[in-house]
């Protein structure tokens, strides 16, 4: 006879996640080599619009033209074309590990929790947080960390190549920068505050169509259809309209950089055209030749190139931070609180070496919960079975882990055999040869994650493997969800487990707690009846 002796927990993940922070760190190789492509094509595009202009400046004077400058132009533009690509390859590149590593690192974390606060995670944010999140984020550290680093290099280097023609024309163009820094502040933050919106909307849809999905049978059985369709509609129509509020302020930051651009031009092309015209005389603006003003005229858009860039990145830096926010927040959840129960509280069994015991008791009274803690997942209250431990625990439960593969490798998952003989008897023992929805025997394909099976054959594979394992077994309602028949299989399975290993059962079926050498009632009551 062993006694249960107090496990040793999985220590929970005590640190925060801190998304963003580790995007940032994913994000820095890529980073860097598309901050050099974006600042290269910057210097490409302006040598361009400069040699463009001395140029066409050229040929409507009547002025010869040099062949080495319409050889620089066609290579500038050449090469502009082939930096920019080059950078928007590199963007996607970076932006697809980043999302790719952030995944990773989050499919960790959900490994690490513990199995109560994983199960408390809402299905619908889950999914979210894997499929939408990362991507935000990685939009953000990679996309909108490049716009804002080159809205400081490049409008530097536009500035500068004016000051070749007029110092005057580049302190005009630089004058207005502050207005529109201004006007980003205000815009930022009323975007962000609608991207959080849209966020919460986003996570609540998802939500509710995960679960409509998930209880879909339960929905066409009681004829709920049009309620449950009514109910989706609503909150699509609620996400697509806070999505439509931040595009909104999206667009009238995007108008805002246009109007300064076009206004800072329109002022630079009249005092251009008044010097030319001799009608006015304004220092750095007059007595210009033709390619000189053609100069500053093409150079001036390209000073604000990159705020225009900056102001379509604006909202991603807004969803990207509500993005890692929210994934925050779900991989830091508190772990929800155990079920109080206090028929549990300093419980102290003694269990046999083998044998079948069976723990009873109406639902609700505690029988997965003492299952869980013997298997050391559980972290309140009771002791595990750490002294039947030693060569682990097989866990049998209509929701039992199933790999993609075939029908051979999800029984002999971590189970260290794959002789085909002991393979087949394990599975025709309990009718899962004999299954029409199985065809091909032992070589039937199973869907990633068991998406093919139902919570019965689920359960029956798991009892297989369990067969096969040569550990302690722990078995959470192992006749449910069966026939007649293949209960009965089941039974006689766990039965002969139990000659050689220890098997603890959690059963409302009365035939196998009949069979038990020990059953333990966890009854509503002051005391726990253990009979032998």
């Not at 809402?122 to 809205?151: D, K, N, W, Y």
């Amino acid at each position: 006879m062993k006694k249960l002796s107090a496990p040793a927990q999985r220590p929970a993940a005590s640190l925060a996640f801190q998304a963003l922070t580790a995007a940032e760190r994913l994000a820095k190789p890529g980073l860097r080599s598309l901050l050099t492509l974006q600042t290269v094509r910057t210097a490409l595009r302006l040598g361009f619009a400069a040699t463009s202009a001395t140029a066409a400046g050229r040929l409507v004077m009547g002025e010869a033209v040099d062949p080495w400058l319409i050889v620089a132009v066609i290579v500038l533009l050449a090469a502009a074309c082939l930096a920019g690509f080059s950078a928007d390859k590199v963007q996607a590149s970076a932006e697809t590990a980043v999302s790719t590593g952030l995944r990773g690192l989050a499919g960790d974390r959900l490994n690490e929790m513990p199995a109560r606060q994983l199960q408390s995670l809402s299905v619908g944010s889950v999914i979210v947080s894997m499929q939408r999140h990362p991507e935000a984020i990685a939009a953000l550290v990679v996309g909108h960390r490049a716009a804002t680093v080159m809205m400081a290099a490049g409008p530097l280097l536009a500035a500068a190549t004016l000051c070749f023609v007029s110092w005057q024309a580049a302190l005009l163009v630089v004058g207005l920068t502050p207005v529109m820094i201004m006007f980003f502040a205000l815009v930022g933050n009323a975007i962000r505050r609608r991207a959080d919106v849209q966020e919460r909307a986003f996570g609540r849809l998802a939500g509710q169509f995960a679960d409509r999905i998930r209880t879909l049978p339960t929905i066409l059985a009681n004829h709920a259809t049009v309620d449950e369709e009514a109910k989706l509609a609503r909150r699509l129509d609620a996400y697509a309209g806070k999505t439509m509020s931040l595009l909104r302020i999206a667009f009238v930051n995007a108008g805002i950089i246009d109007f300064f651009a076009s206004l800072s031009i329109a002022i630079l092309a009249v005092f251009l055209g008044l010097g030319h015209l001799k009608l006015a005389t304004v220092p750095g603006f007059s007595n210009l030749e033709l390619w000189q003003s053609l100069f500053i005229l093409m150079i001036a858009p390209e000073y604000f190139a990159p705020f225009r860039r900056f102001s379509e990145q604006y909202h991603a830096k807004a969803e990207g931070l509500a993005a890692a926010g929210a994934l925050d927040r779900l991989l830091d959840a508190e772990p929800a609180a155990a079920k109080t129960l206090p028929v549990l509280d300093g419980l102290s069994l003694t269990l046999p070496a083998h044998g079948l015991v069976a723990v009873v008791g109406p639902s609700g009274s505690g029988k997965s919960t003492l299952l869980r803690r013997l298997a050391g997942i559980e972290p309140d209250g009771t002791p595990s079975a750490q002294n039947h431990a030693d060569t682990g625990i097989a866990w049998i439960s209509t929701d039992s882990h199933v790999p993609e593969g075939t029908l051979a490798e999800a029984i002999a998952w971590r189970t260290a055999t794959m002789d085909e003989d002991r393979l087949e008897d394990a599975a025709r023992a309990i009718g899962l040869l004999d299954d029409a929805l199985l065809p091909g025997g032992l070589d039937a394909r199973l869907d990633k994650g068991g998406a093919n099976l139902s919570g019965g054959q689920r359960l029956r594979i798991a009892v297989a493997r369990a067969a096969l394992a040569g550990r302690t077994v722990l078995a959470d309602e192992p006749t449910a969800k069966l026939d007649r028949d293949t209960a009965e299989a089941v039974r006689r399975t766990l039965i002969a487990i139990s000659r050689s290993r220890l098997v603890v059962v959690a059963t409302h079926d009365r035939d196998l707690a009949a069979a038990a050498e020990l059953t333990v009632d966890l009854t509503d009551s002051d005391a726990i009846e253990v009979a032998a």
